[in-house]
């Protein structure tokens, strides 16, 4: 069964706007990840965000956790070419195994 | 410190064949987890390794099965196999720290593609 669902699956904004996409889930998790990949290559951790947080900041980055409406949002503020990649959200569901989403494509625009 | 290394980069089989793909975690992990990521796909969790022994497993056939060694190391081998098994496959190394996922480390991945 699918825990995590990105959305939106694909995302295209030009260089120096904002992305948001957003990731649900169905049952209660420990934490939940966000994870970036380039062109088919291994996967680059971005951000943990425990089950008892509601936000996390890294660089250009902003996660929320709403664990009410089981949902998550990444926010990369002034985006940059190199942000052009899949995003992946990771759930950690308590007493199960870790699960990714399908992803969301984000194509920055120069 | 090298990171996660995975081998080889690209693997061609027939079906029927048998693989073993390796893994050398990040230095200080004592977890490794394999996943296989289909075209367009999410990773798909196969399992962990934890001590030298399977600590969880995902909906894969026991076709799939795993080692760890004593240096950490891990290999993850397919019988039999079958052309849906195509897909890159990630290993990915994490410190083992209060029974829920930390952040994991993940290698490039290894191609395998059966013809």
């Known amino acids: 069964s699918q825990q995590g669902e990105e959305d939106p699956q694909a995302l295209s904004i030009q260089e120096g706007e904002n992305a948001t996409m957003n990731c649900s889930y169905k049952t209660s998790i420990n934490n939940l990840q966000w994870y970036r990949q380039n062109s088919g290559r291994g996967l680059v951790h971005l951000i943990l965000?425990?089950?008892?947080?509601r936000e996390k900041h890294s660089g250009r980055l902003r996660v929320t956790l709403d664990t009410s409406k089981k949902s998550s949002s990444l926010l990369i503020t002034a985006s940059r070419a190199a942000d052009t990649a899949s995003y992946f959200c990771?759930?950690?569901?308590?007493?199960?195994?870790?699960?990714f989403g399908k992803g969301t494509r984000l194509h920055i625009l120069p | 410190d090298a990171g996660v290394t995975q081998s080889p980069t690209h693997l061609i089989k027939t079906r029927g064949q048998q693989v073993t793909l390796r893994c050398s975690p990040k230095s200080g992990h004592d977890t490794v987890s394999w996943y296989q990521q289909a075209l367009g796909q999410g990773p798909q969790f196969i399992f962990q390794?934890?001590?030298?022994?399977?600590?969880q497993r995902g909906n894969f056939p026991d076709r799939f099965s795993g080692h760890q060694f004593p240096n950490y190391s891990s290999e993850l081998n397919v019988n039999a196999l079958l052309l849906g098994d195509s897909a890159l496959y990630l290993c990915?190394?994490?410190?083992?720290?209060?029974?829920?996922?930390?952040?994991?480390?993940f290698g490039p991945g290894t191609r395998l593609t059966v013809l």
């Open positions: 390794y934890y001590e030298e022994e399977e600590r």
């Open positions: 990915a190394s994490s410190f083992s720290l209060g029974g829920s996922y930390n952040e994991q480390f």
């Open positions: 990771a759930t950690d569901p308590r007493d199960d195994k870790i699960i």
């Open positions: 965000i425990r089950s008892n947080e």
